[in-house]
């Protein structure tokens, strides 16, 4: 069993920045890779980036360059610093971990942009 709490959600203006955290209950050198996913409202759960043991880190289209995910092992987190927030960024953003040849999924935290 794997449990991910994430943390760091919250509401801010259009070009703001939030950081959200997500804390594995395993060491994260189990886990590869690890990473964020989004659901807007109304809409599917889509990817937002991921980041594997050796650090190779991916994103989708829409984030490069605004968003910076990193894993700190010694803690058991993977962080995901969001800049230049949109609004179109509004959504519950999910931490999501694969380990045992399983995903597992945090509770999500919300994150709202105003405009």
Not at 34 to 52: C, H, L, N, S
Not at 54 to 74: L, P, Q, V
Request: net charge neutral; with cysteine; proline share 3%.
């Amino acid at each position: 069993q794997v449990q991910l709490v994430e943390s760091g959600g919250g509401l801010v203006q259009a070009g703001g920045s939030l950081r959200l955290s997500c804390a594995a209950s395993i060491s994260t050198f189990s886990i590869n890779p690890m990473g964020w996913y989004r659901e807007a409202p109304g809409k599917q759960r889509e990817f937002v980036a991921d980041i594997t043991i050796s650090g190779r880190t991916d994103y989708a289209d829409s984030m490069k360059g605004r968003f910076t995910i990193s894993r700190d092992n010694a803690k058991n987190t993977v962080n995901l610093q969001m800049n230049s927030l949109k609004p179109e960024d509004t959504g519950v953003y999910y931490c999501k971990a694969v380990a045992y040849h399983q995903e597992w999924w945090g509770q999500g935290t919300q994150v709202t942009v105003s405009s």
